[in-house]
């Protein structure tokens, strides 16, 4: 029964996932620790080798389109990878109850940025009209670094990158998260990307999607040779994510948008409160 | 003025280089793509493999959890040999492992086919990274 258990937490992780753009990491930790009772540092085993499959599951489509800026998506690489391994190191000296606490605390943030990127979103339209401004000039002078082809303006959009460094700082945190709490981090890099360093929302998923799987190896290799990862837990978790994404893919258009972001707002600040209950001692089941 | 000249000069020049490293990665997204289906599929076919020899063992599922202790190379190749579960889910995983650090290694050799030296560099720092977050793994194993 606890398989089907997990398939099904697997599948929900990567439905709700998919439709509101997060990876289900956020979702699989606290559901696997807070009601299957497993340790927090197995969990979070788990949801790395959940995180890696749908990053190359999704970035495979996005491959092949040409979305990713694979030159980008390396150059941030190397930062994000050295800080995936200082957060997967750091694990190892990290109490329990810290790891509750921090995790509580990024459930809230990533509630904020849900609701941010599905609701309020009025600055990413702006940043899309100035990308479609930017391609109407790139025809006439070509002067633009990079592009991709957007299938719903059916042409091809320019950008011109710019703050590499920022990217830097902020891809090296993004991987502290990754190793120290088995995310993907997609919603530091994504925001970064778009509006500090002008590449268009679509590319800088797609990049950041590439980046996460690669990102998710180097603490994957150090949980796995800490006896962290239970392929008993964590495979029947990844089945369940694949599907899950998947169904969501095809689904993401029909269903509405708004009532699951908030359905999965209220999950996120109920997860967070258990957390930082826990990170107090206090159990509330 | 003729520095400014100058310099909007260097400008463009960087810019097109900049311009023709990313059109030459262009292609290199569709071989990518097929190794990470490659390793997909062949993880999945192993991750199904290994949770249909659990549940055919008899076995209560419980009874798998929790209990692996740290993983070891050397008990996974016999494991194989001999259809434990547990072996064909860990294979599964390094395979998975594998997907990504593979593009890498791709992308590198791409890249000095290409002669974009640039990129390559950028390329074999993540492998070194990825190297040492490898061995701080086997260290402590």
Redesign the interface.
């Known amino acids: ?3 089907l258990y997990l398939i099904l937490t697997g599948i929900i992780a990567g439905f709700l996932g998919s439709i509101v753009g997060i990876g289900g990491g956020i979702i699989i930790v606290p559901v696997l620790s807070l009601f299957f009772k ?2 927090i540092q ?1 969990a979070i085993g788990a949801s790395l ?1 959940a995180v ?2 749908t ?3 999704a ?3 996005f ?4 979305t ?4 980008l998506g ?2 941030l ?2 930062f994000t ?2 800080g ?2 200082a957060g ?2 750091l694990l190892s000296y990290m109490k329990t109850e810290i790891l509750f606490g921090l995790f509580g605390a990024l459930t809230f943030l990533l509630a904020y940025f849900t609701l941010r990127k599905n609701l309020f979103s009025k600055k990413n339209q702006i940043k899309n009209k100035q990308f479609q401004i930017v391609a109407n000039n790139i025809e006439k002078n070509e ?5 991709y082809y957007d299938g719903a303006l059916k042409k091809n959009i320019g950008y ?2 710019v703050k590499l460094p920022i990217g830097f700082t902020t891809s090296f945190f993004a991987g502290i998260m990754s190793g120290l709490l088995g995310v993907g981090g997609g919603f530091i890099k994504v925001p970064t990307m778009n509006l500090l360093m002008n590449v268009p929302i679509k590319v800088a998923t797609a990049t950041s999607n590439f980046m996460i ?2 990102t ?7 949980y ?4 962290l ?8 978790v ?2 369940g994510v ?1 599907a899950g994404g998947t169904l969501g893919s095809f689904t993401a258009y029909k269903v509405r948008n708004k009532a699951i972001v908030i359905i999965l707002v209220f999950l996120f600040i109920l997860f967070g409160i258990n957390m930082i209950l826990k990170s107090f001692g206090i159990n509330l089941y | 003025m003729k520095k400014t000249s100058k310099d909007s000069e260097k400008n463009e020049f960087v ?1 097109n280089r ?2 023709i ?2 059109i030459q ?2 292609r ?3 071989y ?2 097929r190794i ?2 490659t ?2 599929v062949i ?2 076919c192993f ?2 493999a ?2 249909i020899i ?2 055919i063992n008899g076995r209560s ?2 009874k ?3 209990k ?4 070891y190379f050397s008990d996974f190749f016999i494991g194989i040999r001999e259809f434990s ?2 072996s064909y ?2 294979f ?2 390094i395979i ?2 594998l ?3 593979s ?2 290694i791709f ?1 590198i050799f791409y890249f000095l086919k290409k002669r974009q030296y640039k ?1 390559m560099i ?2 074999i ?2 492998l070194l ?2 190297a ?3 061995l ?3 260290f ?2």
């Open positions: 029964m606890i398989l497993i340790p197995n080798v890696m499959a990053s190359i599951s970035s495979r489509l491959l092949r389109k040409n990713v800026n694979i030159s390396l150059k690489e190397i990878t050295a995936a391994i997967g190191i002067r633009s670094y990079a592009y011109n990158i799987g690669i998710a190896v180097a603490s994957a290799v150090i796995l040779s800490r006896g990862i239970d392929p008993f837990i964590a495979m029947p990844v089945l694949l | 810019k900049n311009a490293d990313f990665s262009e290199l997204g569709f990518l793509s990470f289906f390793g997909m993880s999945l991750i199904i290994g949770l659990a549940l599922y419980d798998y959890l929790m692996q202790g740290v993983f579960p547990k889910l860990y599964a995983i998975l492992v997907t990504p650090f593009s890498v992308c990129l950028s390329a720092g993540v990274i990825l040492i977050s490898m701080t793994g086997f402590k194993n």
